[in-house]
């Protein structure tokens, strides 16, 4: 029998979240939640049920919730949703499609969202709600901070360290080893060769 979760944010990412979910087949979407989003409003075929001050009233509904607003500029809003689903006793699960490549020697931990064909290799450790976006490679030893997103078709070679609240734009490549730190922005099509 599937698990029941609320998803929190019904914007484009979601749509992309929202596939994931439904391949992975784990859990039943019972409602959106969105501070714009008319309520009613059907993004996927799923309603938008309410917003966020009325979150605490949807518990009765799924014991899990999943974060599905994006990420470019800034962390701070998943982050805000992060705590407060915590904040409510939310259940928060990671999700991985089923047409991604996971090692079973690689770390993924709540929050985060594995999309279709990405690659995570052994020994690789993924922090709290980070977006392994679609196609996005990740080789073995890294470290991905928690609250990052790294984009579409990113490439991150061989025991890189990417710092918490970090985005990495799409198609950028990062070279092995390399530290980046926190809170940084890795602008779209980069070539990273030494430390930020």
């Known amino acids: 029998m599937k698990k029941k979760i609320i998803?929190?944010?019904a914007g484009g990412h979601?749509?992309?979240c929202i596939d994931v979910i439904e391949s992975e087949g784990k859990f039943k979407i019972v409602g959106l939640i969105d501070n714009l989003k008319k309520i009613g409003t059907k993004i996927s075929g799923y309603e938008v049920m309410g917003k966020d001050k009325e979150l605490e009233k949807f518990k009765n509904l799924a014991n899990y919730?999943?974060?599905?607003?994006g990420q470019i500029k800034s962390p701070n809003l998943r982050e805000k949703s992060f705590n407060t689903l915590k904040k409510y006793g939310f259940k928060i699960p990671y999700i991985c499609s089923p047409k991604s490549i996971i090692s079973k020697h690689s770390k993924?931990?709540?929050?985060?969202?594995?999309?279709?064909?990405?690659?995570?290799?052994?020994?690789?450790?993924?922090?709290r709600n980070c977006i392994i976006n679609t196609n996005s490679l990740i080789e073995h030893d890294c470290k991905i901070g928690e609250f990052s997103h790294?984009?579409?078709?990113?490439?991150i070679n061989g025991d890189a360290v990417i710092g918490k609240r970090t985005f990495v734009?799409?198609?950028?490549?990062i070279k092995n080893s390399i530290k980046i730190r926190g809170n940084s922005i890795i602008p779209m099509g980069s070539r990273i060769f030494k430390d930020i």
């Open 7 to 9: 998803l929190i944010g």
């Open 14 to 16: 979601a749509k992309s």
């Open 65 to 69: 919730a999943f974060i599905t607003i």
């Open 108 to 127: 993924i931990t709540e929050g985060v969202i594995v999309h279709h064909g990405a690659i995570i290799n052994s020994g690789t450790e993924i922090g």
């Open 150 to 155: 790294i984009s579409t078709s990113v490439v």
């Open 169 to 173: 734009g799409s198609g950028s490549i």
